[in-house]
């Protein structure tokens, strides 16, 4: 059952509804937060009225009129996104999405999941996924600052002198960027480019417009590395769980983080 918040100025037990029911791989806080508005979220058959409910475990909790079933432990897996392929779980102009591909590329009785952030369309490489919405939410959040790191082949003429000038952040549209780790691959030449690139924000479509400011044609752009995470030699459309003592020791970064 929940706490009152109100009960007295201390932290009630336990912890707010919208939380458990992201790490239990319900939804993302915030769209908890519209069902909660929209009526569909009871404890023992009763509408809860407010994201400001804390509970001690998810015990009578139903969405849709569904019980909702204790969290499993957390769980990654890594994912080769192939380009052609929508990042959402369904597209309303109805192309392939991630999981269209997922159904034969993850082991039968694998949970539900959530990818962590997002590659465009056109963008391949290393798309984590989990069943736990808070590590998804950490992730995901700029603060956090974990590294992503992609490979973008690009047609213009850059040298590595412009690249390392983005350490400093650049401006594009009114858009802030923060500070990008660029360099040129070696063995680059011609006016197509290798060029690797280390960001810790992940903006929308942040690399393409980065390199665009520059005055590059992105023709291919590969994500390689989501953290301590790599894609490795992961076969395009396939997908690998990410093995739990490397998940343990993540998780164990992510706390010193929150200090």
Not at 135 to 140: A, F, H, N, Y
Not at 144 to 167: K, W
Not at 195 to 205: F, Q, V, Y
């Amino acid at each position: 059952m929940p706490t009152n918040p109100n009960q007295s100025e201390d932290r009630p037990e336990g912890d707010r509804i919208a939380k458990l029911l992201a790490r239990a791989g319900i939804a993302s806080r915030r769209e908890i937060e519209r069902m909660i508005d929209a009526g569909r979220i009871t404890i023992d058959g009763k509408p809860v009225t407010t994201p400001a409910t804390f509970l001690t475990s998810l015990k009578g909790v139903s969405v849709d009129g569904k019980p909702v079933a204790e969290p499993e432990s957390s769980q990654l897996f890594a994912f080769h996104k192939p380009t052609g392929l929508i990042t959402a779980e369904r597209d309303p102009a109805g192309r392939a999405t991630i999981y269209s591909a997922l159904v034969n590329a993850l082991p039968k009785g694998t949970p539900r999941l959530m990818p962590i952030g997002r590659l465009d369309l056109n963008t391949e490489g290393l798309l984590l996924l989990t069943n736990d919405g808070g590590l998804k939410r950490q992730m995901e959040l700029p603060a956090t600052g974990i590294p992503r790191t992609y490979r973008a082949r690009a047609f213009g003429d850059v040298s590595q002198a412009q690249l390392e000038a983005l350490a400093e952040g650049v401006e594009i549209d009114g858009i802030r960027y923060g500070s990008i780790d660029a360099n040129l691959e070696h063995g680059s030449s011609g006016k197509n480019n290798w060029i690797e690139m280390t960001i810790t924000e992940g903006k929308n479509r942040e690399v393409r417009r980065v390199l665009e400011y520059l005055g590059l044609k992105v023709n291919r752009l590969i994500r390689t590395a989501y953290g301590p995470f790599q894609l490795g030699d992961l076969p395009r459309g396939q997908a690998a769980a990410i093995r739990k003592q490397d998940l343990g020791r993540f998780l164990s970064t992510l706390k010193k983080r929150e200090k």
